[in-house]
């Protein structure tokens, strides 16, 4: 069973968008994932702002920073 991830991003970030592209095919095979806008709540913002896109493990907390692609992520969840 994959676990559940958080998607750190913000709307118009085009990098987040290819990020979204490259985790949402793993969603068909068990994977939650929760997008979260990184501008509400502005705490947020200090911690990704210049980072995004992050892809977060909820269940260790372990970051998998951009640049990744659909391989990078399989390898990180397991």
Known sequence: ???????FGTLG????EIAE???MPLVEHG??????DIADPEDLTDVYGLRI??????????????????AQVVTFLR
């Open 53 to 70: 896109p992050v892809l977060r493990r909820t269940d260790t907390g372990a970051e998998l920073d951009w640049p990744f692609d659909t």
């Open 31 to 36: 994977l939650l994932v929760e997008l979260v």
């Open 13 to 16: 970030c085009h990098l987040c």
């Open 21 to 23: 592209a490259e985790v």
């Open 1 to 7: 069973m994959l676990p559940e991830c958080q998607l």
